[in-house]
């Protein structure tokens, strides 16, 4: 049971540099998140989707760009990369549920290092 | 929009001493709330969560919540802490006619053995 994997793990990245970060959940959850963790600064919502095809931004969505083409994966792009999103980036999804009381899983995350 | 404050940023006991994590929301209105747990490396996991009924919530590994409605706060509680529940502690909102989840910025909890 895989539950939400996230690809690549580690990547470094030269500034204005582009890539792809790549999420893939087989719990059939509707909705799909990305975060990136900052020391002292907790969890911030960079981009959400409330199912295949739709996506919305979140607390942090400058400099990023995300697609839901297929109900399991949730991608998220850098299309400069900048070294202020150095970053640890986790996706997490969670299943629709009445009164919205579902729990986010999270993947292992992905450390990104823009040089 | 909502805020998440974790007013403790770094705590440090020794084992079997207790502990309380602080977590304070903005939301005036109806919101589910969840306390999750990293351990060194590995990513966010569940140990409990709130959206109705019994105010006082357990979870994992002997860890309880309790909901305080006039407060506006979600403490962490545990009786006797021991040297593995050495790991970062976040608490998280959400409205529950939303779908966007709040997070505190993290309190880091070190455990001497």
């Known amino acids: 049971n895989a539950g939400v994997t996230q690809t690549p793990k580690f990547r470094v990245l030269k500034t204005g540099q582009s890539m792809t970060l790549l999420c893939a959940q087989d719990?059939?959850?509707?909705?799909m998140y990305w975060y990136r963790q900052d020391p002292g600064m907790g969890l911030r919502l960079i981009h959400y989707?409330?199912?295949?095809?739709?996506?919305a931004k979140g607390e942090v969505p400058d400099g990023y760009n995300v697609s839901r083409l297929k109900k399991q994966n949730f991608l998220l792009g850098l299309e400069s990369a900048a070294p202020s999103q150095t970053s640890v980036y986790f996706c997490?999804?969670?299943?629709?549920?009445?009164?919205?009381?579902?729990?986010?899983?999270f993947g292992e995350g992905s450390r990104l290092t823009v040089l | 929009a909502q805020s998440v404050s974790q007013h403790n940023h770094h705590v440090i006991l020794s084992e079997a001493a207790s502990l309380e994590l602080g977590c304070n929301y903005s939301?005036?209105?109806?919101?589910?709330l969840f306390w999750y747990v990293q351990y060194p490396g590995q990513h966010l996991q569940l140990l409990l969560k709130?959206?109705?009924?019994?105010?006082l919530v357990k979870g994992i590994k002997g860890f309880e919540a309790e909901f305080i409605k006039s407060k506006f706060s979600f403490n962490l509680r545990k009786p006797s802490v021991q040297w593995s529940d050495t790991a970062e502690y976040f608490c998280?909102?959400?409205?529950?006619?939303?779908?966007?989840?709040?997070f505190g910025s993290g309190t880091k909890l070190n455990v001497k053995p």
């Open positions: 998280a909102v959400n409205e529950i006619n939303f779908n966007k989840f709040y």
């Open positions: 939301y005036g209105g109806t919101v589910n």
């Open positions: 709130y959206f109705s009924g019994d105010p």
């Open positions: 997490a999804s969670r299943p629709r549920t009445v009164g919205n009381t579902g729990e986010l899983f």
């Open positions: 719990m059939n959850h509707e909705y």
């Open positions: 989707s409330v199912g295949e095809g739709t996506t």
